[in-house]
């Protein structure tokens, strides 16, 4: 843990303006971003006595070992580089908004020839139009299935789409007036993109014009007796009425705004977003995170609208967004956001009204959305905390230990012996760090040699991370020498607190030597034995017997056997690969049919070589040439030795004796 004091810039060395800043770890991973009007006296708040500040606060300075910042010309542009580096470096100590789903749009792909109509989910892309985001993607399909006999737009995939084009005959839609067929020529690319751009602007809210525009035409049509037609057009605004209806009329004066509600407590805070256009409730999505800063509603607003925002541009922000409480930095935030959509944006609370009315409302939504996550998260949530307790407990370590990796060899008779390494982190699998390893250095069966390798391997990595830092001195040539660290986390940059491996003493001891072999001394190991479930720590003669009902114990054993699974998964891949070529490929003229043949007919390679060459030459398309080929090659080839299942005596039969391939 750090002392503020001993990274603080000299007085006059930070300037007055507006700019961005960034606090680094001691292994350079920035760890919070923040914005100031007057650099010099937002940093200098957070260099006071640490007893002073917030909690939170407090826990960031002592954490990190150096801070740096750019200067900018406007607030305007260091709130926009706050967002692009909290997006680029995810830091630990800001606020991240993450949906507590993946909400679907609806999307027209605008940016093709042919527009398409779809349910899309994830991260928006360019040249494509999003109308929601829903709370079910059948709320959408219900919609548009309405929408799609007045605007006959394609919804089909490039596959189906070019598939129709060959053959020269449209999709089922096609033919019962649901689709309009540019596949097959029946609209031109102009027409269609036509259909698009009004199916977007009757979704967007400019319905009115639209209705009446068809309900002249319907009563044209009766005119001038085409019954019809203006029967269709009559029905055709029943659907686009009966769509407009799965909305409800929530603001009268056809209002387009967006409005955020927060509910909050001490440690987490959900967010509730109504997407309103033209009066109705088109959209809603929801936000949750813990507060690992020091920040009131005022500053969650803040950070939302940078998520919410920060990568929209045009009429993606409406002309008015409604909150419960105004940020601090308000008419820069105006400024921000009428610069992403191009004209002046309403940044305000809602006073009486409609309006509050709605706010109240979204603020219910977020309450529950909050109290649903609690009650999904508490008791998981608390049992990872006690089981962390209880294993920095049990083997005596300062802390809890955080980050656990765990490491097992997995082989099979000798061969294709590999590792496995696998990261939890507060209790939960980290399955974006795992890592897998080939055993290098010698031939042969020897998990004791095998762990030292791989744990050597794996921290000496690390090492190397640290010494592009210049915090470390490599030795023997080992590193690449110091580099400009960009503070985004590397492969192997993190240490962990603790060290598991999948055993008992003898391989304790060799992930316990390969770590003093690097200096390596503030990491624990520990492992854990399959036959009676016992914890080995280095050096002890005893092993540590923690009770059979201790959540200590139950997550060192998931663990253990996910990194048990991680590396079977990888031996098993390995060895399939090794089987594919079968000792059938090695016959010369013998294609996949004629192989196919023989082990359908014999049913394994094994019958085949015990099979006589008449007996192979009843194969349909086998002569007495190949047969007389196959069976000296499988004459010269060995049969390898059967494996078995150590736990079960059982013998596992060669997928390549069986004929087929993984």
Same mark, same amino acid.
């Given at each position: 843990?750090?002392?503020?004091?001993?990274?603080?810039?000299?007085?006059?060395?930070?300037?007055?303006?507006?700019?961005?800043?960034?606090?680094?770890?001691?292994?350079?991973?920035?760890?919070?971003?923040?914005?100031?009007?007057?650099?010099?006296?937002?940093?200098?708040?957070?260099?006071?006595?640490?007893?002073?500040?917030?909690?939170?606060?407090?826990?960031?300075?002592?954490?990190?070992?150096?801070?740096?910042?750019?200067?900018?010309?406007?607030?305007?542009?260091?709130?926009?580089?706050?967002?692009? =580096?909290?997006?680029?470096?995810?830091?630990?100590?800001?606020?991240?908004?993450?949906?507590?789903?993946?909400?679907?749009?609806?999307? #027209?792909?605008?940016?093709?020839?042919?527009?398409?109509? !779809?349910?899309?989910?994830?991260?928006?892309?360019?040249?494509?139009?999003?109308?929601?985001?829903?709370?079910?993607? =059948?709320?959408?399909?219900?919609?548009?299935?309405?929408?799609?006999?007045?605007?006959?737009?394609?919804?089909?995939?490039?596959?189906?789409?070019?598939?129709?084009?060959?053959?020269?005959? %449209?999709?089922?839609?096609?033919?019962?007036?649901?689709?309009?067929?540019?596949?097959?020529?029946?609209?031109?690319?102009?027409?269609?993109?036509?259909?698009?751009?009004?199916?977007?602007?009757?979704?967007?809210?400019?319905?009115?014009?639209?209705?009446?525009?068809?309900?002249? *035409?319907?009563?044209?049509?009766?005119?001038?007796?085409?019954?019809?037609?203006?029967?269709?057009?009559?029905?055709?605004?029943?659907?686009?009425?009966?769509?407009?209806?799965?909305?409800?009329?929530?603001?009268?004066?056809?209002?387009?705004?967006?409005?955020?509600?927060?509910?909050?407590?001490?440690?987490?805070?959900?967010?509730?977003?109504?997407?309103?256009? &033209?009066?109705?409730?088109?959209?809603?999505?929801?936000?949750?995170?813990?507060?690992?800063?020091?920040?009131?509603?005022?500053?969650? #607003?803040?950070?939302?609208?940078?998520?919410?925002?920060?990568?929209?541009?045009?009429?993606?922000?409406?002309?008015?967004?409604?909150?419960?409480?105004?940020?601090?930095?308000?008419?820069?935030? &105006?400024?921000?956001?009428?610069?992403?959509?191009?004209?002046?944006?309403?940044?305000?609370?809602?006073?009486?009204?409609?309006?509050?009315?709605?706010?109240?409302?979204?603020?219910?939504?977020?309450? !529950?959305?909050?109290?649903?996550?609690?009650?999904?998260?508490?008791?998981?949530?608390?049992?990872?905390?006690?089981?962390?307790?209880?294993?920095?407990?049990?083997?005596?370590?300062? &802390?809890?230990?955080? *980050?656990?990796?765990?490491?097992?060899?997995?082989?099979?008779?000798?061969?294709?012996?590999?590792?496995?390494?696998?990261?939890?982190?507060? &209790?939960?699998?980290?399955?974006?760090?795992?890592?897998?390893?080939?055993?290098?250095?010698?031939?042969?069966?020897?998990?004791?040699?095998?762990?030292?390798?791989?744990?050597?391997?794996?921290?000496?990595?690390?090492? !190397?991370?640290?010494?592009?830092?210049?915090?470390?001195?490599?030795?023997?040539?080992?590193?690449?020498?110091?580099?400009?660290?960009?503070?985004?986390?590397?492969?192997?940059?993190?240490?962990?607190?603790?060290?598991?491996?999948?055993?008992?003493?003898?391989?304790?001891?060799?992930?316990?030597?390969?770590?003093?072999?690097?200096?390596?001394?503030?990491?624990?190991?520990?492992?854990?034995?399959?036959?009676?479930?016992?914890?080995?720590?280095?050096?002890?003669?005893?092993?540590?017997?923690?009770?059979?009902?201790?959540?200590?114990?139950?997550?060192?054993?998931?663990? *253990?056997?996910?990194?048990?699974?991680?590396?079977?998964?990888?031996?098993?891949?390995?060895?399939?690969?090794?089987?594919?070529?079968?000792?059938?490929?090695?016959?010369?003229?013998?294609?996949?049919?004629?192989?196919?043949?023989?082990?359908?007919?014999?049913?394994?390679?094994?019958?085949?070589?015990?099979?006589?060459?008449?007996?192979?030459?009843?194969?349909?398309?086998?002569?007495?040439?190949?047969?007389?080929?196959?069976?000296?090659?499988?004459?010269?080839?060995?049969?390898?030795? %059967?494996?078995?299942?150590?736990?079960?005596?059982?013998?596992?039969?060669?997928?390549?004796?069986?004929?087929?391939?993984?």
């Amino acid at each position: 843990m750090a002392d503020p004091s001993s990274y603080r810039p000299q007085p006059g060395q930070i300037p007055e303006s507006p700019g961005v800043y960034k606090f680094r770890d001691e292994h350079r991973r920035v760890i919070y971003v923040g914005k100031a009007k007057s650099l010099r006296q937002r940093l200098a708040s957070y260099f006071q006595d640490v007893a002073n500040l917030h909690p939170r606060t407090a826990t960031m300075v002592t954490t990190a070992a150096s801070v740096e910042w750019t200067v900018v010309s406007t607030e305007v542009e260091a709130l926009q580089l706050e967002y692009s =580096w909290i997006k680029e470096f995810d830091p630990r100590f800001n606020v991240k908004y993450r949906d507590d789903k993946s909400y679907p749009s609806l999307a #027209v792909t605008m940016n093709e020839e042919y527009p398409r109509v !779809q349910v899309m989910r994830g991260p928006k892309k360019k040249g494509v139009r999003y109308f929601g985001p829903y709370g079910h993607a =059948w709320a959408i399909r219900e919609t548009v299935d309405l929408m799609l006999r007045v605007f006959p737009v394609r919804t089909c995939s490039a596959g189906v789409f070019k598939r129709s084009a060959q053959i020269g005959r %449209p999709c089922l839609l096609g033919y019962i007036g649901k689709c309009s067929a540019p596949c097959v020529g029946r609209v031109t690319p102009e027409e269609h993109r036509e259909l698009a751009e009004d199916f977007c602007d009757f979704m967007a809210g400019r319905t009115g014009t639209y209705l009446s525009r068809l309900e002249a *035409r319907m009563h044209e049509a009766a005119e001038d007796m085409e019954y019809e037609k203006a029967a269709r057009l009559r029905d055709d605004i029943g659907a686009l009425r009966r769509a407009m209806e799965k909305n409800a009329v929530v603001l009268a004066d056809a209002t387009d705004a967006d409005l955020i509600a927060v509910a909050e407590d001490e440690l987490e805070a959900a967010v509730q977003i109504f997407h309103v256009r &033209g009066g109705r409730v088109r959209g809603q999505r929801g936000w949750v995170t813990d507060k690992v800063e020091a920040v009131d509603t005022a500053g969650l #607003v803040e950070h939302a609208l940078q998520q919410l925002y920060g990568e929209e541009k045009g009429e993606a922000v409406p002309k008015e967004v409604l909150v419960p409480a105004l940020p601090e930095d308000t008419p820069v935030l &105006g400024q921000w956001l009428a610069e992403r959509r191009g004209s002046q944006v309403s940044l305000r609370i809602p006073q009486r009204g409609d309006k509050k009315a709605l706010m109240e409302t979204v603020h219910r939504n977020a309450q !529950q959305s909050l109290a649903l996550h609690k009650t999904k998260r508490a008791a998981d949530l608390t049992t990872r905390s006690r089981a962390l307790e209880e294993i920095a407990e049990a083997l005596e370590l300062d &802390g809890a230990p955080l *980050r656990i990796e765990c490491f097992d060899i997995s082989h099979l008779q000798g061969d294709d012996v590999v590792a496995s390494m696998v990261v939890f982190e507060d &209790g939960l699998a980290r399955k974006s760090e795992y890592r897998r390893f080939q055993i290098k250095s010698f031939e042969g069966q020897d998990d004791v040699r095998s762990m030292h390798e791989v744990v050597s391997r794996r921290f000496r990595r690390y090492l !190397q991370e640290k010494s592009k830092t210049g915090e470390w001195s490599p030795e023997d040539g080992e590193a690449d020498g110091p580099e400009e660290d960009d503070g985004r986390p590397k492969r192997f940059a993190y240490p962990p607190q603790l060290v598991v491996v999948d055993g008992g003493r003898p391989q304790v001891t060799a992930a316990k030597r390969a770590l003093e072999e690097l200096g390596i001394d503030d990491v624990a190991v520990c492992g854990l034995a399959k036959r009676l479930e016992e914890v080995w720590l280095p050096g002890e003669d005893d092993p540590v017997v923690l009770p059979r009902t201790s959540e200590g114990l139950y997550l060192l054993q998931r663990v *253990r056997d996910e990194a048990h699974r991680f590396a079977i998964q990888y031996q098993r891949n390995k060895r399939g690969k090794r089987f594919k070529a079968g000792p059938l490929d090695e016959v010369p003229g013998l294609g996949e049919s004629r192989k196919q043949a023989l082990i359908k007919h014999f049913g394994s390679v094994k019958k085949l070589r015990a099979a006589t060459i008449d007996q192979i030459c009843e194969v349909p398309g086998i002569g007495r040439k190949t047969a007389e080929t196959v069976a000296a090659a499988l004459a010269q080839a060995v049969p390898a030795r %059967p494996a078995v299942n150590m736990a079960t005596g059982e013998i596992i039969e060669d997928e390549s004796e069986r004929g087929t391939t993984p």
